[in-house]
């Protein structure tokens, strides 16, 4: 237990410094799942310790929204409420630093229809737009990270006794792959950016005009690199020079793929949580640049509602390589969350 508590603190430390780098008197703005609120407090002990101003909390409950999609209206699902615009907007315009701790349960939003999800999400991107517009864009600084909930470990190891014993098992594959075991986790931090920046140089230097992709699964793939395109990964800085890490772990470098020139077939070695639900064993078939057909063993209805759910949804806007020696890859575990998952195989984001 003793331990667990240091790497906890160790953790939290890391995330202050290295991902959202925090200075001083800048306030820090929270969001965190109520469930994680022991490691939200360490988090927020550490903001104080660098300095903060303020620490402001914004709390989620996964089992509340459950109960909101089950029994309210359309209307009510359809609408964002401008006080919580107002809540994030007001600390964005003071320079606040943003923290978000992202940790759901798999599965647990499997039974609501997704058109009632996409509502939802559609009207929440809408009336945040000029917030996302202004993360996105770094004007202040952001980290997203996370941090084990019972639900979320059991899925990750089924084959555990209790909640205790998952959730345990857990926090330790986050502590390596988020480098917390290091004697001096700031330094190795330091050190794996220096190692993306040089690839990321000699990937500019190549200027590649194609990306050709196959595995074991069916995967043949021509993804074309749009003229000019730039390759980044790993550190960002907000537009005062900042720099800080925009998610934790972060493993890949990536580029704008030619919106024309995308062609073949992918399918997926992991599967995809979107909206809170499973997509797995999905293909997506692609011509010129458009996805014209795709399949999925489980969560079919969720990846077309995904696939149409605007204009762009059907092309590519990201192509990304991680490297196989990273420890995400090389710890071989499914984390049924994308924030792990993407860092441990070369991915696509659509739209
Ligand atoms: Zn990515």
Redesign the pocket.
Known sequence: MVDLENNMQKYAGLIIRTGVNLQKDQTLVISSPVECAPFTRLCAKAAYQAGAREVVTLWNDEQLSLLKYRHCGLDVLASYPDWCVQARMQYLNEGAAYLSIAAEDPELFAQIEPEKMQLAAKASHTALREFYDATMSNRNSWCVVSAPTAAWARKVFPGCADDGEAVNKLWDAIFRTTRVYEPDPVAAWAAQQRDLRRRIQWLNEKRFHALRYRNSLGTDFTAGLARGHIWCGGAEETQEGVPFIANMPTE?V?TTPDKDRLEGTLCSALPLNYNGVLIEDFSLTFERGRVVSFSARKGEDTLRCLLDSDEGARSLG?V?LVPANSPIPQLGILFYNTLYD?NASC?F?LG
């Open positions: 890949e990536f990201e990304a993407e991915h984001a």
